[in-house]
C-alpha cells in the first residue's frame, strides 16, 4: 500500500477556476508536510510546506493540514494554463527522508 | 535560487555497464538525495545522506548501488552492473533543511 495517497490522479479545471487537491498519509511517524509541483519534462519545484495544525496560504496557494487523521490538502484559486503540472505531496519524518505521492496531474483549461 | 547541478544529463549505456550519475549540490546545504523517476511517474526514493553518512535506503537501493562524495563537494550515484530496469531519470537533491529539498534537473539514463 502506498504511504502517501494522493487524490485526484488527474483533475482539469477552467481558467479562473479552484483546483483542489488531496493527500493522506498512513504513516503517523511523519513530522511534516510539503508540496512540490512539476512541470513536464523538469524537475520537482518546492511550493509549500505546513507542519502544524490549520491553514497557510501564499497568494493563490493555500494549504491545509490536520495532523490527526494525517490529511493534506493544497487549493489554488484564480487557477492558469502556467499552474498545469504534476502536483506532488511529500511527507516526511525524523530521518530527514521524503516520500513522494504519484501526484495529482492538474490540466488549467483557457 | 539555489541551483543543484547534474551531469550528464543524458547517459546511454549497454546492460551490464558501469555507469556514474554526478551532482553538484548547494554549497552550504547538509542533507543530501537520490530519487528514480520512471516516465514521469512517481519520485521514488532511493538514499540520503547527512554528514557524509548514509541515512536511509530504500528497497530500490540494490546492491549494485553505491553513492560517494570523493571529496567532500560533489556526490556520485554509481550502478554497477546496470540492468534493463535502471532505466529511468535519476534526480539529485540537496537541502538545508529536512523536507526543503532543491533538485537537480535530472540525468536520463537509457540502459539498452
Known amino acids: 500500500q502506498q504511504k502517501v495517497q494522493q487524490s485526484p490522479e488527474s483533475l482539469i479545471v477552467p481558467e479562473g477556476g479552484m483546483a483542489s487537491l488531496n493527500c493522506t498519509s498512513s504513516?503517523?511517524?511523519?513530522?511534516y508536510f510539503w508540496w512540490y509541483r512539476q512541470h513536464s519534462g523538469k524537475s520537482p519545484k518546492m511550493l509549500m510546506s505546513i507542519f502544524s495544525n490549520g491553514e497557510k496560504e501564499e497568494g493563490r496557494f493555500t494549504v491545509h493540514l490536520n495532523k490527526a487523521s494525517l490529511h493534506t490538502s493544497l487549493h489554488i484559486r484564480d487557477s492558469q494554463p502556467s499552474d498545469s503540472a504534476l502536483y506532488l505531496c511529500a511527507v516526511g519524518g525524523s530521518n530527514a527522508k521524503l516520500t513522494f505521492g504519484k501526484g495529482t496531474k492538474l490540466s488549467v483549461k483557457s | 535560487g539555489p541551483k543543484v547541478l547534474q551531469i550528464p544529463s543524458h547517459q546511454i549505456i549497454d546492460m551490464g555497464q558501469m555507469v556514474t550519475l554526478n551532482c553538484d549540490p548547494v554549497s552550504n546545504h547538509l542533507y543530501f538525495y537520490w530519487y528514480k523517476q520512471i516516465l514521469g511517474q512517481q519520485m521514488e526514493f532511493l538514499v540520503n545522506?547527512?554528514?557524509?553518512?548514509?541515512?536511509?535506503k530504500s528497497k530500490l537501493f540494490k546492491d549494485q548501488f553505491s553513492v560517494e562524495r570523493p571529496d567532500g563537494s560533489y556526490f556520485t550515484l554509481k550502478i554497477q552492473p546496470t540492468a534493463l530496469e535502471d532505466s529511468a531519470v535519476y534526480f539529485c537533491?540537496?537541502?538545508?533543511?529536512?523536507?526543503?529539498?532543491?533538485f537537480g534537473s535530472g540525468t536520463r539514463l537509457t540502459v539498452l
Open positions: 504513516d503517523r511517524n511523519v513530522d
Open positions: 545522506f547527512y554528514n557524509g553518512k548514509v541515512m536511509e
Open positions: 537533491a540537496s537541502s538545508p533543511d529536512r523536507g526543503q529539498l532543491y
